[in-house]
């Protein structure tokens, strides 16, 4: 095909066009929990079971591992999200398994028509780099985990960055969610127990797996290390030159799903009013709508991390007590069984700890 | 989660709104909505017998 054909047809497919990655954050730029920190990863934990922003990781054996996002990525690009064995499980059971994944909302893939006959292909790519060499897997699976393509790629250098590119066909049966719920998970396999391996390769199946069984198991060796960055989903069978966002964009498109409102010391919160002598309340507006008003509010809590600051006094705490109105836009929290305030007196609140933290989950 | 303790919390009208989570050093406010995945995860350990919420003060 000449350039000019190709670029007809990129056009027409769409994908000469911006906004062309279903992945969020593929270049790892927004770390809003950690901020580049070095952590233990928790599964499960709103924090720590993620190693940057849409990038979820999930650890279910013996095995543990710290997350990290690091100036480290191939020509061109920053940062990568990298993973490090600290605790070996050379021994996976029938149902463990360590993963990272993006859940890609449905309202996002709209336009993919999947779970139909137009279901269209999409295009992978993504730079990975790693101290075991060997076979590895990525997998996509629908909301209900009942049908799932499985595709494999090999890590053939140690410790050498490298680009992957695979076409993902689009599944013309099963039901893939186009509201806001998970449309599409993309799932990276670090290692899988046998209850999850399936030998069909490069075509849909019914059910849940994540590999072949001979997949690496990551965790087999302590101190090994995994890293992802550069990660770019597009409708086509061409895989074209990774989409650099504006950093607001992307981390607009991160707090759809993950705020971080107050991180560190002598953090503004928001305004405040004593609604009775025991107790103050305020409300906080979010920066981007979030995907759901069914978000919790998450906070770290110790001696004094907060601060009901007003004129000629303030009153330290420790956490909060309670959430009243919410929607996609803000919330109003409280605090009560605190004393010696004014009804109708205003302030503000704020951090006063270099650990307090207070965030927004509405994750998928 | 490596929950510590869970408690109801109301709302400033005095209505039950929702469940205050203690874990190490962290916090979390949920709201009693099936759409919330911890809600639905607190209340998968409430049904297995591994965890009991205290009723609001």
Known sequence: MSKAAELAALIGSGQAQGNKNLIINGAMTIDERHDGSSFTVVNGNSRTGYIADRFRVNETSGAEFTGQTVADAPVGFEYSSKLTVTTADASLGSTEFHRVIQPIEGKNISNLGWGTSNAKTLTLTFYVKSSVTGQYYISVFNNAADRTLLKGYTIDSANTWEKKTITIIGDQSGTWLTTNAVGIHLMWSLGTGSSYQSSTLDAYQAGFYMAKSDQVNLAATNSSTWQLTCVQLEVGEVATAFEHEDVTTTLSKCQRYFYSHTNGDTKTICNANAYASNMVFGTIHFPTSMRTSSYALHYTSGTNYFRFYRAGANTDFDDWSGINERTEAGITIYKSSLSGFTAGHAGWLLSINASAHVYFDAEL | ?57
Request: proline letters at 2%.
């Open chain 2, 1 to 57: 989660m490596d929950i510590k303790s869970a408690q109801y919390f109301n709302n400033l009208e005095g209505v039950k709104s929702g469940i205050k989570v203690t874990m190490d050093g962290e916090g979390m406010l949920v709201p009693l909505d099936s759409d919330n995945r911890q809600y639905v995860e607190i209340m998968r350990l409430v049904d297995a017998g591994t965890l009991t919420i205290a009723d609001a003060d």
